[in-house]
């Protein structure tokens, strides 16, 4: 899990400042594909779910995240959820605004530099599980990229 692990507490007080706890019940959409949104989130109890929807309208689950985990971060940068969340249970995020995490870095930009890297570090991981997927199932031995399209 990637966390906020290396933030002092005067940092982490810093964060919560610039944020706003929002709570959702149980299947409550949090986001959708889509939807314009440049918002980051913590989640601070509880569990969602990151998923997708087939041509029949069943829910696929990509991911499910819980407590001290973060999404959002490629909202942060282009505005547009990819995926949808969904509450699991109730659950309580913090949520951090594009505009307040632009102004934290210009006020504070070794503080702003410590969450940028956050950031990188986990779409680092979701970008070496996505290349780890496409070589088991495209390169190692399955459909040829002629396929994929």
Request: charged share 30%; with cysteine.
């Amino acid at each position: 899990m990637i966390e906020f692990k290396n933030f002092t507490e005067e940092e982490l007080e810093k964060i919560v400042r610039i944020s706003a706890v929002k709570a959702y019940q149980e299947d409550e959409i949090i986001f959708k594909e889509g939807d314009e949104d440049s918002s980051f989130y913590i989640i601070i109890r509880g569990c969602l779910r990151i998923v997708k929807y087939n041509e029949k309208n069943d829910e696929i689950i990509l991911a499910d995240i819980c407590t001290g985990e973060f999404l959002g971060e490629t909202a942060i940068v282009n505005e547009r959820h990819q995926v949808n969340a969904v509450a699991s249970e109730f659950i309580e995020l913090l949520t951090i605004e594009q505009k307040n995490l632009k102004l934290l870095i210009k006020e504070d930009p070794n503080l702003g530099n410590k969450c940028l890297f956050v950031f990188l570090e986990k779409i680092s991981k979701k970008l070496d599980k996505t290349n780890r997927l496409f070589q088991e199932n495209y390169i190692l031995g399955s459909p040829s990229i002629q396929d994929m399209s």
